[in-house]
């Protein structure tokens, strides 16, 4: 090995390619392949997310309406012949809290939960939950339940 034959390893060197910009003596001077005038053949140029050329971009010509409640709660509904479900196919026995509706995959861990009363319960159950509509508490409370709310 000698100065002569020294190269770097291959892969290592990958062509860049022809540098714009740099003299007209380079073929690729004077606008540097950016074409004439124009946002684009500026430097700084950046587009703004949404912009359409000047035309008055969707999210300005659809009209807004309607009202969105900053602090609305949202709750992922469970109802009874659900939880009727569970008991029948043995999965839950008498108690039924938060941790348990996680684990069964019926929330999530950080969502909040409220049962809804489509069905009937015919066991006697202790459920927790964030909130009750009234006909679950009812049917949970005939049934000789209990209500619990987080």
């Known amino acids: 090995m000698n100065l002569s034959n020294l190269q ?31 946002a684009k053949s500026r430097s700084g140029y950046s587009k703004k ?42 999965k839950i026995k008498d108690t039924l809290d938060f941790d348990t509706f996680v684990e069964l995959g019926l929330v999530g861990r950080k969502e909040l939960l409220k049962i809804l009363g489509r069905g009937e319960l015919k066991s006697k159950l202790t459920v927790t939950a964030h909130k009750f509509s009234a006909s679950a508490k009812e049917a949970i409370e005939k049934a000789g339940g209990e209500v619990v709310t987080l």
């Open 49 to 90: 997310l949404g912009f359409e050329g000047g035309q008055m971009p969707l999210q300005r010509r659809v009209p807004k309406f309607g009202f969105k409640n900053i602090n609305r709660k949202e709750y992922q509904g469970v109802n009874l012949d659900v939880i009727q479900q569970l008991v029948d196919d043995k």
């Open 8 to 38: 770097p390893a291959a892969g290592s060197v990958k062509n860049q390619g022809k540098r714009v910009g740099r003299g007209q003596g380079s073929g690729k001077g004077g606008t540097a392949t950016r074409g004439h005038k124009g």
